[in-house]
Nanobody, 126 residues
Framework: QVQLVESGGGLVQAGGSLRLSCAASGRTFSTYDVGWFRQAPGKEHEFVAA????????SYRDSVKGRFTIARDNAKNTAYLQMNSLNSEDTAVYYC???????????????????WGQGTQVTVSS
């Protein structure tokens, strides 16, 4: 069992930055791939970024490439999502998710993950 808790969300002006954190407890965090997803009102969960358990591979949705950076610190059992140049389309509840490590392509489907946090709200004002 892995418990995930997101933090770092808030209200920011367009063009600003936020860093989200995902703190994990339970089984060994370093054996899990981590993904970040978001959900805007009335929409499905949307893949944002993912990082392999070993931190040697990352994946991003096209609309955040060059603006968002996913990272992890296995010694601290924490994953991060640095978000720069935010715009109104980034407004959503952001969730982190974990799935047991794999050696295949990083997963982009919400249902492919085994554990999810409760989410943190990010609101970008224009």
């Amino acid at each position: 069992q892995v418990q995930l808790v997101e933090s770092g969300g808030g209200l920011v002006q367009a063009g600003g930055s936020l860093r989200l954190s995902c703190a994990a407890s339970g089984r060994t965090f370093s054996t899990y791939d981590v993904g970040w997803f978001r959900q805007a009102p009335g929409k499905e969960h949307e893949f944002v970024a993912a990082i392999r358990w070993s931190a040697d591979s990352t994946s991003y949705r096209d609309s955040v490439k060059g603006r968002f950076t996913i990272a992890r610190d296995n010694a601290k059992n924490t994953a991060y999502l640095q978000m720069n140049s935010l715009n109104s389309e980034d407004t959503a509840v952001y969730y982190c998710a974990a799935r047991l490590r794999s050696f295949s392509t990083l997963q982009r489907q919400w249902s492919a993950y085994d554990y999810w946090g409760q989410g943190t709200q990010v609101t970008v004002s224009s």
